[in-house]
Each structure stands twice: as C-alpha cells, then as structure tokens.
T-cell receptor, first 110, second 113 residues
Framework: KNEVEQSPQNLTAQEGEFITINCSYS?????LHWLQQHPGGGIVSLFM???GKKKHGRLIATINIQEKHSSLHITASHPRDSAVYIC????????????FGKGITLSVRP | NAGVMQNPRHLVRRRGQEARLRCSPM?????VYWYRQLPEEGLKFMVY????????ESGMPKERFSAEFPKEGPSILRIQQVVRGDSAAYFC???????????FGPGTRLTVL
C-alpha cells in the first residue's frame, strides 16, 4: 500500500464547477505539500501545510492531522486549471524529502 | 529573483554513456533535492544535499548514480553507463531551510537510446 493515496485518479469537470481533490496518508508527517504539474511537465508548489487551512486565490487546501487526510479545493474552475495535482508528504523524522502520491489528472472543459 | 534552473532541459544519450544533470538552486537556498519521474509513474525521491554534504541518499540506486553539491557552482546528478531504464524526467528542488517550501526546477528529460 502506498503511503500517500489520492482520489479520484482522473477527474473531469465543467468550467465554473467547484472541485475537490483528496489525499490520504498512512504515516506520521511533519508537513503536506500540494503541487501542480502542467502538461509541459513543470512543477509548481501550491501549498505547504501542517495544520488547518490555507487559501490562495481560487485554491483552498485543508488538512486534518488526526484523520491523516487533506483536500484541495478549486472554486470557479477554469480550463487553465487542467493539470496533474500531486499530494506529497514529509514523513516525520525522515529529513525533508517528499513522498508523493501518484497524482490526479484534472480536465476542466469549457 | 531567478527560480531553480536546470540544464540541459533535454538530454539524449546512448546506452553506456554518461549523463550529467545540473541544478542551480534559487539564490540563497542551500538545500537541494533530486527527484525522478519515470514514464507513467509518480515522482520518487533520490537524494537530499546541503552545501558540500549529502544528507540523505536513500533513494539513489546503489550503482552508477552519484550526486554532489559543491561549495561553488550547481548541484550535479551524474549517471554513469546509462541504460534505457534511466530514461525519465529528473527534477531538482531547492529550499531556503530544511522543512521549508521546496521550489522545483523545470526538469531534465533524459532519453537513453
């Protein structure tokens, strides 16, 4: 079993919809990261969080440490949000290296 | 402030050749991480370096792979005697301090013929 699981694997939405992407992990962590990888391959860090909730523009990330679960929400989705969204964790006591989920491919249709 | 730079962006090698991938971290960042993304697979940690020191190399294959981050200059990931299975995208990330946000470079796409 992977230490980081993401669901759903693929997601298609209509422009304007509210989107939720989930991430569950099975280990103790010191932080969780949400990353975005565009079709060209580049990776952008969206959030790093260890508790609570963070918001940046139309993106909101939440984490529940007790339940070992995080969600990434996209409000008013747009075709340019189409990308792979990757959840990664820093395992507690394991330096700062990241352990990644497989990513979710999001397609937002106009 | 320039972001993380990687070069080359694309590298083609024949089996048995050496591949050298370079990563220049963001200005002021002394922590560098190398990750590999095999085709149709997720990202995997390879090695974590801090200036002149290897902190964690638990993700590095035991043979043919090495990494360094000298006092001056970029971090280098070196793959000797490449094989087709080494074909992948290699990403480097840097952070200001340990356990801080990591900023990713554009990646080097290695193709082994």
């Amino acid at each position: 079993k992977n230490e980081v699981e993401q669901s759903p694997q693929n997601l298609t939405a209509q422009e304007g919809e509210f989107i939720t992407i989930n991430c569950s992990y099975s280990v103790g962590i010191s932080a969780l990261h949400w990353l975005q990888q565009h079709p060209g391959g580049g990776i952008v860090s969206l959030f790093m969080l260890s508790s609570g909730k963070k918001k940046h523009g139309r993106l909101i990330a939440t984490i529940n440490i007790q339940e070992k679960h995080s969600s990434l929400h996209i409000t008013a989705s747009h075709p340019r949000d189409s990308a792979v969204y990757i959840c990664a964790v820093e395992v507690a006591g394991a330096n700062s290296k990241l352990t990644f989920g497989k990513g979710i491919t999001l397609s937002v249709r106009p | 402030n320039a972001g993380v730079m990687q070069n080359p962006r694309h590298l083609v090698r024949r089996r048995g050749q050496e591949a050298r991938l370079r990563c220049s971290p963001m200005k002021g960042h002394s922590h560098v991480y190398w990750y590999r993304q095999l085709p149709e697979e997720g990202l995997k940690f390879m090695v974590y370096l801090q200036k002149e020191n290897i902190i964690d190399e638990s993700g590095m294959p035991k043979e043919r792979f090495s990494a360094e981050f000298p006092k001056e200059g970029p971090s280098i990931l070196r793959i000797q005697q490449v094989v087709r299975g080494d074909s992948a995208a290699y990403f480097c990330a840097s952070s200001l301090l340990a356990a801080h946000e990591q900023f990713f470079g554009p990646g080097t796409r290695l193709t082994v013929l």
